[in-house]
């Protein structure tokens, strides 16, 4: 073809020789380009005990009995850097802005050694104190004493919301190497009696028999355990000794309030911290807060006249020179009351930035669960929001849990009665949103989305009671963020968290009519309660998801449904129930699972069946259809059989089945030996 001919056919759209004109404006041009190509569905296969799961974000997981081929080998110890990486992600991530200078801690010297002497001896020590202690900067103090008493080194755990048998998983993973590999309970048995390690567990909620079982699970390690004084003791018979952490006295207070204004302290604020002593009982928080409150308020009085032309303090005074008080006029601030520094969350937030406010009012929402910093500009709409972590941080008004930040103790209390709760249904269904898209982009691991677990499911406790049907064309939000996190929680081996979302999905997508989305998460409850052993619970959830999404004509739901009810029948030596027989359609069967033959319950049946005495033939049922008002079969009786009121369309099941091969078989035998006889 000539290019400088053009043919007819390529000029104008329909080839009559005509360009089209031009575009009228306003008008949209998305009708001019295909619509993107959907994202692949995230599915991760992954080893739970003997079985092998495929968690299945669009129609429901999968399960079967896991093939040799798949069957993982032993996990292996981790190395050093392995170690290190992983004790890294155990600690909270760093705030934006310049790293503080450690400080040691003060009066605490003597609980650190003797921490560290019982721990060396392997003895397995409960540090209580209440919230503010320093629990947790004593316990990191310690980790780092002792790096080198265990061959499997330290590990750092945090119990906050985490049963016994999640501990044991996350010990598990924290010193093997067992990529999706979830082992039952007695491989995990096995194997954590072979770890020798100082377990750190902080911000524990339980004791008695569930610490003994925690405990009795790996005699090789030496735990040291933090938790407050409402957390149940440990049993009598434990062998787990007890160290109290207490407050500190008056000059402890006040240096600590020094370091955090900067300057050492003039008559009347030491006297101001005096009282606060005895008002707070000696807690490191409290003073911490408090030297928050004089820093606030020395650059309050410094006023504008302070500033330089391009908005920079001038003429910073040394540290250690105490603040020359004002001489009364407008900048001049006075000492907050001793109210004010009992509870200083209030007056704290209210001299922070608007991003650092904006983030209070998140985790008051999320009753106490601050966002990771990564999330925060996008909840908040600020590109420099992730430096809000870090003002917050250096007020005391949050403090670490684990791998992520809460608000400190008493902090949410303080707040809330200040008002910062009062668009909380707001604030969580923003965070809903956000956790929702995030959770399901395929950039995001399912890791990432189990490490902001609490947050996730925070959100959910918020929304999913105020769910209602949702108006065409919308979705619920909670069901949309259960939808998304569930299956990244499976994934990534947070199943304590993965089940929490489900059953937070289950109630908010009954109370929302969407009926696919709660066959769903029946459907996955099921496949949980499978892995975990428990086959009664595991059959009436797939019997529920079948029958849900049969009322739905969904086919290849209802099948990964049979065909998990089918092992669940397997498993526990009883025939599928009821649900999954009323969801057959016509000509269907019972799905086949290319499975190692299996004998029945009872048995091999014997090639001829015993014949009963003549006597007890006459005591049959026998079934006939006679027209009646109506319309039901008749059932008559022989001389000595029971009266029977069930209708007789139910007993042509299973049993109606074998019964009619049992007598086949008898009347077969018989005429063959009455023939035998005759010949």
């Known amino acids: 073809m000539d290019p ?46 003997d079985f092998l799961l495929t968690v299945n974000p669009v129609d429901g997981s999968e399960i079967e009995v896991c093939p040799p081929a798949d069957v993982p080998g032993r996990p292996r110890p981790r190395t050093a850097a392995e170690r290190t990486e992983a004790d890294r992600a155990a600690k909270p991530p760093v705030p ?45 103090l310690v980790a780092q004493d002792c790096a080198g008493l265990a061959p499997d080194g330290v590990v750092r755990l945090n119990g906050h919301r985490r049963t016994a048998g999640d501990l044991l998983h996350e010990l598990f993973h924290a010193v093997r190497h067992a990529p999706l590999h979830r082992p039952d309970r007695d491989e995990l048995l096995e194997h954590l009696r072979e770890i020798g390690a100082v ?29 407050t004084p409402d957390v149940p003791a440990p049993s009598a018979d434990s062998a787990v000794e007890e160290v109290f952490l207490g407050g500190l006295d008056r000059a402890g207070g006040v240096e600590l309030i020094e370091r955090g204004a900067g300057r050492i302290l003039t008559e009347e604020e030491a006297n101001w911290a005096g009282d606060l002593w005895f008002e707070s009982e000696g807690l490191p928080l409290r003073f911490v807060q408090a030297g928050a409150l004089l820093r606030q308020r020395d650059r309050l009085r410094a006023g504008t006249s302070a500033v330089e032309e391009f908005g920079v303090f001038a003429d910073t005074p040394p540290d250690d020179a105490p603040f020359a008080g004002g001489d009364g006029g407008d900048d001049d601030v006075p000492l907050p009351s001793l109210g004010e520094a009992a509870a200083p969350a209030p007056l704290l937030a209210s001299r922070l930035s608007a991003s650092a406010r904006a983030t209070l009012r998140f985790a008051v929402a999320l009753g106490g669960e601050v966002p990771h910093q990564a999330h925060l500009p996008a909840l908040i709409g600020d590109t420099h929001a992730d430096a809000a972590l870090g003002e917050l941080a250096g007020c005391g008004l949050v403090s670490p849990v684990g ?69 065409e064309g919308e979705e619920s939000t909670a069901v949309h963020l259960a939808r998304a996190a569930a299956p990244a929680f499976a994934a990534g081996l947070g199943w304590s968290a993965w089940e929490r979302a489900l059953r937070f999905g289950t109630e908010a997508s009954r109370l929302a009519g969407q009926v696919a989305e709660q066959a769903y998460f029946h459907h996955e409850l099921g496949i949980l309660a499978l892995c975990g052993g428990l086959l009664d619970r595991a059959r009436a959830e797939l019997e529920a998801s079948i029958g849900l999404r049969g009322a739905l004509s969904d086919r290849r739901g209802t099948v990964a449904g049979r065909r998990a009810l089918a092992l669940v029948a397997d498993r526990s030596g009883t025939a599928p129930g009821l649900g999954a027989m009323a969801a057959l359609g016509p000509g269907e069967e019972t799905p086949y699972l290319p499975e190692e033959p299996v004998s029945p319950p009872g048995g091999v049946p014997a090639p001829f069946p015993a014949l009963r005495p003549p006597a007890e033939e006459t005591s049959g049922t026998l079934v006939t259809y006679q027209p009646s008002d109506s319309g039901a079969p008749t059932v008559s009786h022989g001389p000595s059989g029971p009266p029977s009121h069930a209708p007789a369309r139910h007993r042509a099941g299973l049993k109606g089945f074998a019964r009619r091969n049992l007598v086949a078989a008898g009347a077969g035998a018989l005429l063959a030996a009455v023939l035998g006889t005759v010949v």
């Open 4 to 49: 400088n001919t053009r043919e007819p056919e390529d000029m104008g759209q329909d080839g009559d020789g005509h360009t089209p004109g031009r575009r009228p404006p306003g008008t949209s041009r998305a009708a001019d380009f295909p619509p993107p190509a959907a994202a692949p569905a995230r599915t991760v296969r992954l080893v739970s005990g």
């Open 199 to 227: 377990v750190v567990l902080d911000d524990i909620e339980f004791g008695g028999t569930a610490l003994d079982e925690l405990l009795d699970a790996t005699p090789e390690c030496a735990f040291l355990i933090a938790a």
């Open 403 to 471: 791998s992520r930040h809460r608000l400190a103790a008493g902090v949410l209390t303080q707040l809330e009665a200040a008002g910062y709760g009062d668009d909380a249904a707001e604030q969580a269904d923003s965070a809903a949103r956000h956790y929702a898209w995030w959770a399901a982009h395929p950039s995001v691991t399912p890791e990432r989305v189990t490490a902001e677990a609490d947050a996730v499911l925070a959100a959910l406790a918020v929304l999913v009671p105020l769910t209602a049907p949702p108006a």
């Open 96 to 140: 934006s802005g310049p790293a503080p200078s450690p400080e040691p801690l003060l009066e605490r010297q003597e609980e650190r050694e003797r921490l560290v002497r019982l721990l060396a001896r392997g003895r397995s020590v409960r540090l209580t104190g209440p919230g503010g202690s320093g629990r947790t900067s004593l316990l990191d």
